[in-house]
């Protein structure tokens, strides 16, 4: 009797990017698109967004206790479970269901275009940087470039066109401004940082490696599977940092007042305690509202306007094994400077 070898599993070729575009746009329109454009309606009337996550109404944050983790964890999940949840999803849908060689021949190369390609892409996206790391993941597993998938990363929260338009409306269309000067300097310049600061791998046998592991196992399957593991490894991890920096919101962030003015020392801090800490789409804008109301100066503003929504401590966590350690030291370390440039040119300008 002869034997013959399985034949692959495939897909019709339209299939599978059929529904990755499906997933997106129908997640992102639940789940960005149209409240976001409802908020912005909300911005326009009221010049506010919310209230503050980070302390309510209040000038300080609560002491640090079991209790304000919770209670800082939940008020976190309730606001981006959803988002996260579509994350995972397209995280796990770009690496099962898309062509192999697509977001390579897309976002694959290592100079300015791809870069900029990966910021063009993460531009409807808007989602926070915990939110948008399983698609970076998923871009960086199926061969996009480092900076490219930087540039992504970092675009989805700092070029986010809502939470401009929110900033505009709440804050002062100064303020839009100088995030989108200096946003497009992050994502662009930081992804080519990136792209120097990382090996160069073997694209091809990596491609040919993905390949013979998408031909092997169903698609669907395959989807689940990677779904599964994705998730396993990052939702707990991101849960402990989440639970500790909502504990320690008091260290962070001091009470605040007029007596926090625009020295180097009160800049630095706050661009510091940004990178750092962890909140939601547009978190940032009645943050530095409540914060602005209280008194303190425009300089410690505008470095939390740069620093508190590209990146934190749960989402570099999530990613540390998807980019080299000297890469994510970069990317934090090019945050913390541009925020303190921010908090200067706030003082300058403003």
Same mark, same amino acid.
């Given at each position: ?8 599993? !495939? ?20 789940? !960005? ?5 409802a908020r912005a309606f909300v911005a326009a009337t009221n010049h506010a967004i919310g209230k503050s996550i980070l302390m309510g109404t209040e000038a300080s944050a609560p002491a640090p206790s079991w209790e304000t983790a919770v209670a800082y964890a939940?008020?976190?999940? !309730?606001?981006?479970?959803?988002? +996260?949840?579509?994350?995972? *999803? ?10 192999? /060689?697509?977001?390579?021949? @897309? ?18 996206? +808007?989602?926070? @940087? ?11 597993r199926q061969q996009a470039s480092p900076g490219a998938a930087m540039a992504f990363w970092l675009g989805n929260t700092i070029l986010n066109p809502a939470a401009l338009v929110f900033i505009g409306f709440v804050l002062g269309w100064q303020w839009t401004?100088? &995030? ?14 990136? /792209?120097?600061?990382?090996? %160069? ?14 031909? =092997?196992? /169903?698609?669907?399957? &395959? ?11 990052? %939702? ?12 320690? &919101? ?5 009470? %605040?007042?007029?007596?926090?003015? /625009? ?9 510091? =305690? ?6 939601? @789409? ?5 943050? %530095?509202?409540?914060? *602005? ?12 306007? +740069? ?21 994510? =030291? ?17 003082? =300058?300008?403003?």
């Amino acid at each position: 009797m002869e034997l013959t070898s399985p034949k692959p599993h !495939k897909l019709p070729p339209w299939v599978g990017p059929a529904l990755v575009a499906l997933i997106a746009v129908a997640g992102l329109f639940y789940v !960005k698109w149209s409240p976001y454009y409802a908020r912005a309606f909300v911005a326009a009337t009221n010049h506010a967004i919310g209230k503050s996550i980070l302390m309510g109404t209040e000038a300080s944050a609560p002491a640090p206790s079991w209790e304000t983790a919770v209670a800082y964890a939940l008020a976190y999940g !309730k606001a981006i479970w959803q988002a +996260m949840v579509l994350g995972l *999803l397209l995280g796990s849908a770009i690496q099962a269901l898309l062509p192999v /060689n697509w977001v390579a021949r @897309t976002l694959g190369r290592t100079g300015f275009g791809s870069v900029l390609a990966g910021g063009l892409l993460s531009l409807p996206g +808007m989602m926070c @940087t915990c939110c948008a790391a399983p698609v970076v993941l998923g871009l960086r597993r199926q061969q996009a470039s480092p900076g490219a998938a930087m540039a992504f990363w970092l675009g989805n929260t700092i070029l986010n066109p809502a939470a401009l338009v929110f900033i505009g409306f709440v804050l002062g269309w100064q303020w839009t401004g100088l &995030r989108l000067g200096l946003g497009l300097v992050m994502v662009l310049g930081l992804g080519m940082l990136v /792209n120097r600061l990382s090996p %160069i791998p073997d694209q091809q046998a990596a491609l040919l490696a993905l390949q013979a592991e998408a031909e =092997a196992e /169903n698609p669907f399957a &395959r989807w689940l599977r990677i779904l599964g593991r994705m998730s396993l490894r990052l %939702i707990p991890e991101y849960i402990v940092i989440v639970l500790l920096l909502g504990a320690a &919101r008091a260290w962070l962030f001091p009470t %605040i007042g007029p007596e926090i003015g /625009n020295s180097f020392a009160w800049i630095a801090a706050f661009a510091i =305690a940004g990178t750092l800490f962890v909140i939601p @789409t547009a978190g940032e804008v009645p943050i %530095i509202q409540a914060m *602005l109301s209280l008194g303190m100066g425009v300089g410690p503003a505008g470095a939390l306007l +740069m620093t508190l929504p590209p990146i934190s401590l749960p989402s570099v966590a999530m990613l540390a094994r998807t980019f080299p350690p000297k890469a994510l =030291a970069a990317v934090a370390a090019g945050v913390v400077i541009l925020g303190i440039v921010s908090g200067y040119l706030a003082v =300058a300008l403003f």
